[in-house]
């Protein structure tokens, strides 16, 4: 139980005491696992769009995306130290010999080929230093060190989104400004703008502003149309509690409860604050050169046609039941949730009179939708796509996390290992209704389907709580359309390292 001292600190950060509770409460009952009926495949939950299928999406996207006002939103938040964790743990070991580090011997023996190279050797002569005295002296720690630290290119706290990944004939870009050019292929809506749309840490959004500042320019003249930019930043009140390992509020030392960001389930609160017709969300770190970046680029606007099309067709259902219920208007609607959306109706939808068969329908389409690129599982962690059983016996397409499943069950393992495909952020969504008004997102969440990890904080265990994930569990009550697209779309940098392979070259 909360104290009424913790309460009224509680109250004083402007938190929500109600939802504080009922975090505490999930502390203590856990959150149920996701139960999976089956894995969806191709045919059965994932569209495969073959060359003719592929061209009318294309045409559908094309004829109508200028008349939309269409967002890109990218999680861009946090530093990048995570890319650099090999390297940093090469300097606290004091740049001991490369022969035991293939990591960082990697990195120095490929150091030409990164794009930032130009950006490091120049940062170093500035101190008298170059990275041909540095190589030749083996001093490979002074290279690093003048990467990662603050009195060099402080790539070691810097976003992603500002760090060099390619390299071009006039100058290296940044993730940012290839999300410019991506944006310009597929993201350009009415009154011939792009809108970008960035989530930042507090402490980044300066940097970014002023790197937004100094490219738009550029962008505006090179593709000739307007780039609308606005950042966003993940809102404190999100924030969740934390407790200690017997699920009580862990309490710091200054006597204050600590809350901590509540994962990239908390952003549903920005995506909510957007108006815009289409939103496509794609994450920072996942961009490529110009060179292979028209397979991106078709199917964005591929997923882009998939969704108009079915969201035309549940406009128009909705509209048919809003003029009268009959056979055919309730036959109409059923027709586009179980073959436009590929849904799947409840055994007992039969034996419903007509205006119970009316309401469900209504109830189901009227619903944000969204179109999920599905890539071919080669490994790499990721939502997979699953049938799931609704409360009312229908079946849903969900994005489950394998943090969200009962792996010790064998059957739900099972299951969880016959999926051929997992959503490597790749959506397109249509978040406003049949009138044009925007859905409140936020009624669309399972509040059921967050995480409970373990951390620490000054050498104490403590749990900590993250909301339903953006693409899974905010996103569970949504209209869900899965589509495969090619795996040369998904290429994330996770490591530095990464942007040595040939797609980052």
Same mark, same amino acid.
């Not at 970014?208 to 606005?230: D, L, N």
């Given at each position: ?7 009224? /600190? ?17 502390? *203590?009952?856990?959150?149920? +696992? ?20 592929? %061209? ?11 008349? *939309? ?27 001991? !010999? ?60 810097? +976003? ?41 840490? +507090?402490?980044?959004?300066? *940097? ?9 320019? /550029? ?62 969300? %794609? ?6 050169? !110009?060179?292979? *970046?028209? +397979?991106?680029?078709? @199917? =964005? ?30 036959? /109409?609607?059923? $027709?586009? @949730? ?52 609704? &409360? ?9 996390? $394998?943090? /969200?499943?009962?792996? $010790? ?10 999926? &051929?495909?997992?959503?490597?952020? !790749? ?7 049949? %009138? ?37 569990? &905010? ?18 940098? =996770? ?11």
């Amino acid at each position: 139980m909360l104290t009424t001292e913790q309460k009224d /600190q509680i109250t004083r950060q402007g938190m929500n005491l109600q939802l504080v509770e009922e975090q505490i409460q999930n502390f *203590k009952n856990g959150f149920p +696992p996701l139960e999976i009926q089956a894995a969806a495949s191709i045919g059965d939950g994932i569209q495969l769009l073959d060359e003719a299928s592929l %061209k009318t999406c294309l045409e559908t996207y094309e004829s109508k995306s200028p008349q *939309k006002k269409i967002v890109k939103f990218v999680p861009a938040s946090g530093a990048a130290s995570r890319m650099f964790k090999d390297l940093f743990s090469y300097l606290e070991k004091g740049g001991s !010999d490369l022969s035991n580090d293939a990591f960082t011997a990697t990195f120095i023996q490929k150091l030409a080929d990164f794009a930032f190279y130009e950006d490091l050797d120049s940062s170093l002569q500035t101190t008298g230093d170059s990275i041909a005295a540095a190589l030749e002296q083996k001093n490979y720690p002074l290279i690093v060190a003048h990467l990662l630290n603050p009195e060099g290119l402080d790539y070691g706290s810097l +976003p992603k989104g500002l760090l060099k990944f390619h390299r071009y004939p006039e100058g290296s870009r940044t993730p940012v400004e290839e999300h410019f050019v991506e944006g310009a292929s597929y993201a350009l809506g009415e009154g011939n703008t792009v809108r970008l749309h960035f989530t930042v840490s +507090p402490e980044h959004q300066e *940097k970014f502003e002023s790197h937004v500042a100094k490219i738009r320019p /550029q962008m505006e003249a090179k593709f000739g149309t307007t780039f609308e930019i606005s950042f966003s930043q993940q809102k404190k009140s999100t924030d969740t509690i934390a407790v200690d390992m017997e699920n009580a509020p862990f309490v710091e030392e200054d006597g204050e409860i600590l809350f901590r960001p509540a994962g990239h389930g908390a952003l549903l609160e920005n995506l909510n604050d957007i108006d815009a017709d289409l939103i496509f969300i %794609k994450n920072i770190d996942n961009v490529v050169p !110009d060179r292979i *970046k028209e +397979p991106t680029n078709t @199917y =964005k606007k591929a997923i882009g046609g998939v969704l108009l099309d079915a969201q035309e067709a549940v406009f128009a259902a909705l509209v048919a039941l809003d003029a009268g219920i009959s056979e055919s208007s309730v036959q /109409q609607a059923a $027709t586009v @949730y179980t073959e436009k959306l590929g849904s799947k109706l409840p055994p007992n939808f039969a034996s419903l009179n007509l205006t119970e068969k009316a309401t469900f329908l209504r109830t189901k389409l009227n619903r944000p939708i969204r179109v999920c690129g599905m890539v071919e599982n080669t490994g790499e962690p990721g939502g997979g796509p699953f049938w799931v059983k609704e &409360s009312d016996g229908s079946l849903s397409l969900q994005i489950g996390e $394998t943090a /969200q499943l009962d792996l $010790t069950n064998p059957a739900q393992k099972a299951l969880f290992q016959q999926s &051929s495909h997992f959503n490597p952020t !790749d959506l397109v969504c249509g978040v406003k209704d049949y %009138k044009g008004n925007k859905f409140n997102l936020l009624a669309f969440r399972d509040p059921k389907t967050g995480f409970i990890t373990e951390k620490s904080k000054s050498g104490r265990e403590l749990k900590a709580q993250e909301l339903p994930g953006l693409w899974n569990g &905010s996103m569970a009550d949504w209209n869900s359309l899965f589509v495969e697209v090619p795996l040369i779309t998904f290429n994330p940098v =996770k490591t530095i390292n990464d942007l040595l392979r040939d797609v980052h070259q």
